[in-house]
T-cell receptor, first 109, second 113 residues
Framework: NAGVTQTPKFQVLKTGQSMTLQCAQD?????MSWYRQDPGMGLRLIHY???????DQGEVPNGYNVSRSTTEDFPLRLLSAAPSQTSVYFC????????FGPGTRLTVT | GENVEQHPSTLSVQEGDSAVIKCTYS??????FPWYKQELGKGPQLIID?????GEKKDQRIAVTLNKTAKHFSLHITETQPEDSAVYFC????????????FGQGTRLTINP
């Protein structure tokens, strides 16, 4: 998947727990994004970054935090997980031609 | 904001036949329209894209057409093969800020042998 790695692949959380989804790239792209994928709803943009130190909100940012301290890494934080955050999460790099990572399947019980 | 509608949600065709997936968008300022293919358990993969200054683009068995007046664009796959079976997503955005893609709901394409 074009040098984009995501960890973990699977995660189960209890309501109220926190966790960080990791995304790393080795292609030196300035642009990185986080999407969530839910059945019948396509992919929806959560947060994105245009470079180290610069982040902005996407379509569905509530309940998620991001930071970008290096070009390589763009972690997504869930501060207090809710069942509505059960989804598959994808990290992508690039502005126009976006390359997606393999995804993290998150279940919140 | 932009809204993208995609049809059909499922499509089944015989191997060798053609498949067409259609999308409409709402924001006339959108000028970049990519298509992604997602195989089971993997992330989406860009297969073709089109910009608003072009009405049609072709890459081997895949073509995309764009009608800016009607605000719709379509993916055409000819001579379908079993490996074309996947979920396909259309998306739209403005070239300035292209990373803010708005996706359609997806089409599950099944190629029957």
């Amino acid at each position: 998947n074009a040098g984009v790695t995501q960890t973990p692949k699977f995660q189960v959380l209890k309501t109220g727990q926190s966790m960080t989804l990791q995304c790393a790239q080795d292609m030196n792209h300035e642009y990185m994004s986080w999407y969530r994928q839910d059945p019948g709803m396509g992919l929806r943009l959560i947060h994105y970054s245009v470079g180290a130190g610069i982040t902005d909100q996407g379509e569905v940012p509530n309940g998620y935090n991001v930071s970008r301290s290096t070009t390589e890494d763009f972690p997504l934080r869930l501060l207090s997980a809710a069942p509505s955050q059960t989804s598959v999460y994808f990290c992508a790099i690039g502005a126009y031609e976006q390359y997606f990572g393999p995804g993290t399947r998150l279940t919140v019980t | 904001g932009e809204n993208v509608e995609q049809h059909p949600s499922t499509l089944s065709v015989q191997e060798g036949d053609s498949a067409v997936i259609k999308c409409t968008y709402s924001d006339s300022a959108s000028n970049y329209f990519p298509w992604y293919k997602q195989e089971l358990g993997k992330g989406p993969q860009l297969i073709i894209d089109i910009r608003s200054n072009v009405g049609e683009k072709k890459d081997q068995r895949i073509a995309v057409t764009l009608n800016k007046t009607a605000k719709h664009f379509s993916l055409h796959i000819t001579e379908t093969q079993p490996e074309d079976s996947a979920v396909y997503f259309c998306a739209a955005s403005m070239l300035q800020g292209a990373q803010k893609l708005v996706f359609g709901q997806g089409t599950r394409l099944t190629i029957n042998p």
